[in-house]
């Protein structure tokens, strides 16, 4: 039995505990054997010497990054508590500056943050083709968008292509009012949105009135030959074999292109069959090319996500193999 006493003066101790103690809770959850004690600007912890020792080292993280960046959501402490390997625990360190992918407005920093995303951003430095699967929320799209962006900012391509498959997910597209552009705009919004993260307003303005960024449908993509680009083929689990094979065929000299999507959120027509399943299938062996599998470990939107994400993942696969 030993004990330890953590300090938090440098910390407002609401904000690191959470509205009523909510990120406390979340660790005495994490560690249920430990006696864990809160007063003032102290944190008190009592138990097995491993467990107090594991508990004070991922403590001391959400203690640094706090520091850095002021907040710390209940879905980031509960990934920093979640790492229980050398290489998770030393991701959550961000001690090199060059970790960061983009600068965007305002000076926020735009860096990959969880173990997947970096090995997503380590597959994208090593190989020309990337694929990188996975449920919502786990920074898929964002992640490649900040790659692509800083690739553009390091003068490495020229342009960046960002495309989808305009697929409509359970709601009819003709009842969409307004033009092509408008019915098709909210396909693509994730990748503005994205964008707008990254760039400042006018410089994006300027960036996609000369084409050097350019958001379009997949279908915009037959008989081009894309040179000196960096593309970004998302939600390719709405594209059909054929499509997937001409998307893949456009990538021309000096350019590199990431795949992403999401295997268990389909939304083709049943007589059509996703081919993205079989593209990785095919070219998982092929040098150049790299797949990286996100999960529920890699979700940073609201810690909820992860729970839903882990109950349709259960349900997805019963249903496969009934």
Do not use: W
Not at 65 to 84: A, C, K, P, T, V
Not at 86 to 98: L, Q, R, S, W, Y
Not at 207 to 217: H, L, N
Not at 294 to 304: A, Q, T
């Amino acid at each position: 039995m030993t004990e330890t006493i953590i300090n938090l003066d440098t910390l407002n101790p609401i904000e690191f505990f959470g509205v009523n103690n909510r990120k406390l809770d979340i660790l005495r959850k994490k560690f249920p054997l430990l006696k864990i004690l809160s007063r003032g600007t102290q944190l008190k912890l009592s138990g097995a010497p491993e467990q107090v020792e594991s508990a004070k080292e991922k403590i001391d993280l959400a203690i640094q990054h706090m520091e850095r960046n002021g907040d710390m959501s209940e879905n980031y402490f509960e990934q920093i508590l979640g790492g229980d390997d050398a290489e998770t625990i030393d991701n959550f360190v961000d001690k090199n500056p060059n970790d960061i992918l983009v600068f965007g407005p305002n000076g926020k920093t735009v860096r990959a943050r969880t173990v997947n995303q970096k090995r997503m951003v380590h597959a994208c430095d090593t190989n020309d083709i990337v694929f990188a699967v996975g449920p919502a929320g786990t920074g898929k799209t964002y992640t490649a968008v900040a790659i692509a962006v800083r690739a553009l900012k390091n003068k490495l391509v020229k342009k960046i292509i960002l495309t989808r498959p305009a697929v409509e997910a359970g709601e009819s597209l003709g009842f969409l009012p307004g033009d092509l552009k408008e019915k098709i705009d909210p396909y693509l919004r994730p990748l503005y949105d994205a964008l707008d993260d990254m760039i400042p307003a006018d410089k994006l303005g300027y960036y996609m009135s000369t084409r050097t960024i350019e958001i379009a449908p997949l279908a915009y993509m037959r008989g081009r030959t894309l040179d000196n680009a960096f593309i970004i083929l998302d939600e390719a689990q709405n594209a059909n074999d054929l499509q997937l094979k001409m998307f893949l065929t456009r990538i021309g000299a000096n350019a590199k292109a990431i795949i992403t999507g999401d295997p268990t959120q389909v939304d083709l027509p049943k007589n059509q069959r996703s081919g993205l399943d079989k593209a990785m299938r095919i070219l998982q062996n092929i040098h150049g090319i790299a797949q990286i599998q996100l999960d529920e470990e890699d979700v940073v939107r609201h810690r909820l996500v992860k729970a839903i994400i882990k109950a349709y993942d259960k349900e997805y696969h019963k249903e496969i193999n009934s």
